[in-house]
T-cell receptor, first 114, second 114 residues
Framework: EAGVAQSPRYKIIEKRQSVAFWCNPI?????LYWYQQILGQGPKLLIQ????????DSQLPKDRFSAERLKGVDSTLKIQPAKLEDSAVYLC????????????FGPGTRLTVT | AQTVTQSQPEMSVQEAETVTLSCTYD???????LFWYKQPPSRQMILVIR??????QNATENRFSVNFQKAAKSFSLKISDSQLGDAAMYFC???????????FGEGTQLTVNP
């Protein structure tokens, strides 16, 4: 079974530029999550999708971050414009529905904003 | 809001010995899940073990076991017969039953000395 795929693995941009990250969850997993992990900290949930609907985006900075999950499969997380404090690893995870809370994580994208 | 605290930023253990990582959490809920995740330098978060709060029996998974003290809101991870491959950042996480949100601690960096 293929794991959660993410791209790119690394990205360096200047502040005020825009960037997008892509995630492909495990086949059959209806729930998809995006986490932000700042260096030295634990991951923080940004947004959670159930199929293609948003379940929780309470910690998403909506003035600059956006995310979508078309057709309930792949997802894209965008930052526009980026700030220095957005430098972090962005992790995508997926899980099955039906009460299973085991989240499977992708390798992450390391973003550096200069 | 739930909080998770890992009071040991770094721990070290000799190969083949036993080490215990500490975690405490704060919640007003009676039903929830607790997890330990491992994050090696590759950044891939890997589930180590999980515990349902309604179960009194402590979870075990091969060399990994937990000591779950619900009243004390404590959830420690014991690694027996430590191996070099166990070296990683370990995160304790709290999972809500009303949704799938995970709240992570700050992590404990485990070093295994040969």
């Amino acid at each position: 079974e293929a794991g959660v795929a993410q791209s790119p693995r690394y990205k360096i941009i200047e502040k005020r530029q825009s960037v997008a990250f892509w995630c492909n969850p495990i086949s059959g997993h209806a729930t998809l999550y995006w986490y932000q992990q700042i260096l030295g900290q634990g991951p923080k949930l940004l947004i959670q999708f159930q199929n293609n609907g948003v379940v929780d985006d309470s910690q998403l900075p909506k003035d600059r971050f956006s995310a979508e999950r078309l057709k309930g499969v792949d997802s894209t997380l965008k930052i526009q414009p980026a700030k220095l404090e957005d430098s972090a690893v962005y992790l995508c995870a997926s899980s099955k529905t039906g009460g299973s809370y085991e989240q499977y994580f992708g390798p992450g994208t390391r973003l550096t904003v200069t | 809001a739930q909080t998770v605290t890992q009071s040991q930023p770094e721990m070290s253990v000799q190969e083949a010995e036993t080490v215990t990582l500490s975690c405490t959490y704060d919640t007003s809920e009676s039903d929830y899940y607790l997890f330990w995740y491992k994050q090696p330098p590759s950044r891939q978060m890997i589930l180590v073990i999980r515990q349902e709060a309604y179960k009194q029996q402590n979870a075990t998974e091969n060399r990994f076991s937990v000591n779950f003290q619900k009243a004390a809101k404590s959830f420690s991870l014991k690694i027996s017969d430590s191996q070099l491959g166990d070296a990683a950042m370990y995160f304790c996480a709290y999972g809500e039953t009303s949704g799938s949100r995970l709240t992570f601690g700050e992590g404990t960096q485990l070093t295994v000395n040969p």
